[in-house]
């Protein structure tokens, strides 16, 4: 008899977060910080192509890029048209949470080079 391992689709039992995802693949997928600044980007200008030249990329790997954190949220960000882009009440939300954590990250940086710049007193926040 083989042994079912963890790679296996049949080894999640029924009902497991696991055997929900019908691409396992997304369960090891992250949201990484650039997916935060290229959505910003394009929730900004409204437009793609607008935002990569600001973002001073092409247009395809950014497209790329939203389409794959859309797909990692499992919702639409967007309403596309031909004239640009509209929000979404789901990208709306997250256009909010994406400025605060890259708020929140950047100061972060400030205090922990502080900390390492000998500085004593952090303030508290």
Same mark, same amino acid.
């Given at each position: ?8 689709? =049949?080894?999640?039992?029924? @009902? ?6 019908? $691409?396992?693949?997304?369960? =090891? ?21 607008? &935002?990569? =030249? ?7 790997p950014?497209?790329? /890029?939203?389409? $794959?954190?859309?797909?990692?949220l ?8 031909p ?5 979404? @009440?789901?990208? /709306? ?5 994406s ?15 502080? &900390? ?10």
């Amino acid at each position: 008899m083989q042994e079912i391992a963890p790679g296996n689709p =049949r080894y999640w039992p029924k @009902g497991s977060v696991e055997s929900c995802v019908e $691409d396992i693949s997304l369960v =090891r997928t992250s949201i990484e910080l650039r997916h935060l600044r290229y959505f910003i980007a394009v929730a900004e200008h409204l437009n793609f192509g607008k &935002a990569a =030249r600001a973002l001073n990329v092409s247009q395809p790997p950014l497209s790329r /890029q939203i389409r $794959d954190l859309e797909q990692y949220l499992g919702v639409s960000l967007f309403c596309r048209n031909p004239k640009g882009v509209s929000l979404t @009440g789901a990208g /709306q939300l997250l256009l909010g949470e994406s400025r605060r954590i890259l708020d929140e990250l950047a100061l972060s940086v400030r205090l922990v080079r502080r &900390a390492g710049n000998g500085v004593s007193k952090i303030p508290v926040v």
